[in-house]
């Protein structure tokens, strides 16, 4: 069975950093993602990464702000959060795709972690 475990969520002023982290156990070679979803709005995507880690992805609005890495030896996924704006805050969760290709649709993904709140004050 796969469980993941998010952390690493706070409260930052604009501009600050955060590095969440997704433990995973259970089938940990695959696709992994982060996805956030504010109060009244869906879950989206933020971004993913290849099981090797050489491959991401990531939406437009944190291009060149955020970097996913993992860690497969410690099985753990990490989301580098930089210059972070009031329009982050959201509920970050990870989550693991049953297939091996990057993908930007909540629907391929089938695990996901509880969720980290992040709050950026302005």
């Known amino acids: 069975q796969v469980q993941l475990v998010d952390s690493g969520g706070g409260l930052v002023q604009a501009g600050g950093s955060l590095r969440l982290a997704c433990a995973a156990s259970?089938?940990?070679?695959?696709?992994m993602g982060w996805f956030r979803q504010a109060p009244g709005k869906e879950r989206d995507f933020v971004a993913c990464?290849?099981?090797?880690?050489?491959?991401?992805q990531y939406v437009d609005s944190v291009k060149g702000r955020f970097t996913i890495s993992r860690d497969n030896a410690k099985n753990t996924v990490y989301l580098q959060m930089n210059d972070l704006k009031p329009e982050d805050t959201a509920v970050y969760y990870c989550?693991?795709?049953?297939?091996?290709?990057?993908?930007?649709?909540?629907?391929?993904?089938?695990?996901w972690g509880q969720g980290t709140q992040v709050t950026v004050s302005s």
């Open positions: 989550a693991q795709s049953k297939w091996g290709f990057l993908s930007d649709n909540v629907a391929q993904y089938d695990y």
């Open positions: 259970g089938r940990t070679f695959s696709t």
């Open positions: 990464i290849s099981s090797n880690g050489i491959r991401t």
